[in-house]
C-alpha cells in the first residue's frame, strides 16, 4: 500500500511575541525565525520521520527551494511536486509564551493545482493506496471525487475548515483525523462525545480520530472506540503538533499496529514535537519516539 500527500507547502515566518496581537494593537516581536512548514509538508515529513515511504503532490514557487530540500533530505518522493511561477505559499504564526499559536495563510503557490495535474498524479497510484489531504490547497473537491472513482482511500485533517471543504463530498472519506474546533465546524456539537456521534452519524462509513490537545485523543470506528491521554510536556510552541499527530498516527496504522497502540504512538510523537520550536524542524524521528516509549 502506497500513500499519496496531496498538500501545502508552505513557509513560516515564525514571531515571538508575548501575546497574540489584539485587533487594532500594534506590539514589538522578540524574534523572527523562518522555518519550512505547511500542513502537507510537515505532515509528509512526519510520515517519512515515522519511517513511511510517502510521496508528497503540490506546488511551489521559485522561492520554495529549502521546501523540497527538506523533503528530499527527509526521504519524501518529490516527483509530484511542481514549481510554477507564482510565489511559494506562506504562513505569518505568532508564538506566545505559553507556546500558543495564531496563524495567517497566503496561498500562492497552493492554489494552483489543475486537474490535469491532478489527474496525472492520481494516475500513478492503485486501488487501495492511502491519500491524505488538508485544506490548504485548491481543487479538494475534484481531487476527492477523482480518488475515490479511483478507488483509494481517502485520509482528511479538515484543516483549516472552511465552506469551500463543506461542500465537497466528504461522504468519500474513509478516515478524519481532526480537532474538536473542526469538530465543531463540521457537525455543530461541541462537546467531543457528541462531535464523534454526530461525525459517525452524517459519515457512516468512515473512522474519526479527534485531537483534544494537552486532554489527549478519541477514536470512533469500526473497531470500537478508544481514547489516550496526552502525554505532560512544557509547551514551547504546538504549530505542527497536530500535522506530527496525524502523520504518525497513520505511519501506524500503515505498519499493521492496532488503533490503540497508533495513538500512543502520536500522542508521544506530538508531545515531543510541542516541547520544541517550529513546525517540520520540531518534528521528532522515529528513533527518538522509540526511545521516548521505552522511557514511559
Ligand atoms: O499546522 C501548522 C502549519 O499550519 C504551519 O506550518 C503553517 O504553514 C500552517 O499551514
Redesign the pocket.
Known amino acids: 500500500m502506497k500513500i499519496v500527500n496531496y498538500g ?1 507547502l ?1 513557509i ?1 515566518f515564525v514571531y515571538a511575541v508575548d501575546h497574540i496581537v489584539l485587533p487594532g494593537e500594534t506590539i514589538q516581536s522578540a524574534g523572527l525565525e523562518v522555518y519550512c ?3 502537507g509538508l ?1 505532515q509528509s515529513v512526519a510520515l517519512a520521520r515515522a519511517g513511511a515511504a510517502v510521496s508528497h503532490a503540490g506546488m511551489t514557487g521559485a522561492d520554495g527551494g529549502m521546501l523540497l530540500e527538506l523533503l528530499r533530505e527527509n526521504g519524501v518522493d518529490i516527483s509530484h511536486v511542481r514549481t510554477v511561477p507564482t510565489r511559494t505559499g506562506n ?1 505569518v ?1 505568532q508564538v506566545d509564551a505559553t507556546g500558543q499559536n495564531s ?1 495567517v ?1 497566503f496561498g500562492g503557490a497552493n492554489m494552483e493545482n489543475s486537474e490535469a495535474f491532478v489527474d496525472a498524479t492520481l494516475a500513478c497510484f492503485e486501488p487501495g493506496d492511502l491519500l491524505l489531504l488538508q485544506n ?1 490547497i485548491n481543487l479538494n473537491g475534484y481531487i476527492i471525487e477523482r480518488a475515490a472513482e479511483k478507488g483509494l482511500k481517502i485520509v482528511l485533517n479538515p484543516s483549516p475548515f472552511n465552506d469551500a471543504l463543506g461542500g465537497c463530498d466528504l461522504s468519500r472519506v474513509s478516515l478524519f483525523i481532526m480537532n474538536e474546533v473542526e469538530g465543531e465546524q463540521i457537525t455543530g456539537k461541541s462537546e467531543p462525545s457528541a462531535i464523534l456521534q454526530s461525525m459517525r452519524t452524517m459519515y457512516p462509513g468512515a473512522s474519526v480520530v479527534l485531537t483534544l490537545g494537552e486532554r489527549g485523543a478519541a477514536y470512533c470506528g469500526d473497531e470500537g472506540e478508544f481514547f489516550h491521554a496526552a502525554y505532560a510536556v512544557e509547551a514551547v510552541d504546538t ?2 503538533a ?2 506530527t499527530f496525524t502523520g504518525y498516527f497513520l505511519a501506524a496504522v500503515m505498519e499493521g499496529q492496532g488503533v490503540e497502540q497508533a495513538l500512543r504512538l502520536a500522542s508521544l510523537a506530538s508531545s515531543l514535537a510541542v516541547s520544541r520550536s517550529g ?1 517540520a524542524p520540531s518534528i521528532p524521528l522515529r528513533r527518538e519516539v522509540d526511545e521516548a516509549l521505552r522511557a514511559l
Open positions: 501545502s508552505n513560516d512548514g505547511g500542513k510537515n504562513a504564526i496563524i495563510l490548504e504549530t505542527g497536530g500535522d513546525a
